[in-house]
């Protein structure tokens, strides 16, 4: 199972990121879907997930969704070198990725955009770590 991020164009506020499926040893894969359903969403999202197993079924996508409300913007910012607003999130699924929960934000104790570039290093099934 690999994770990728598609969309439209560069920076476009449709991305999202699906995962795909290989049952020969990656010599072809078959995309499954998206991670996540934007469908609820208040805002326009664009969203990057890595993924981590946890054990024989579960599965963790970690990563960061940019708040799109404005599609002119863009994610960076060539001029500060800053980025858009965004929030680090993580989804489970139970099943090796055939379904998936829904996302949950992680809180942090500043509000500048951060960007959580790496996966998770699975501890034990119940803690993880990453840097941010």
Known sequence: MASYVVGSAFESI?????????????RQWQEIR?????SD???????YLKLTCVNKTKIIAFGY????SDPDLPICNPL????????????V??????????????NRSFQEPVEASSPLLAIDSRHWITPI
């Open 34 to 38: 998206p991670i996540l359903d934007q």
């Open 93 to 106: 699924s139970e099943d090796l990725g055939r379904s998936w929960q829904a996302a949950k934000t992680i």
């Open 41 to 47: 969403n208040p805002h326009p999202a664009s969203n």
């Open 65 to 68: 969704e940019f708040d799109r």
């Open 14 to 26: 449709d991305q999202t990121t699906v995962i795909a499926r290989s049952t020969d040893g990656g």
């Open 80 to 91: 500060t070198g800053g980025v858009l607003q965004s929030r680090l999130i993580w989804c």
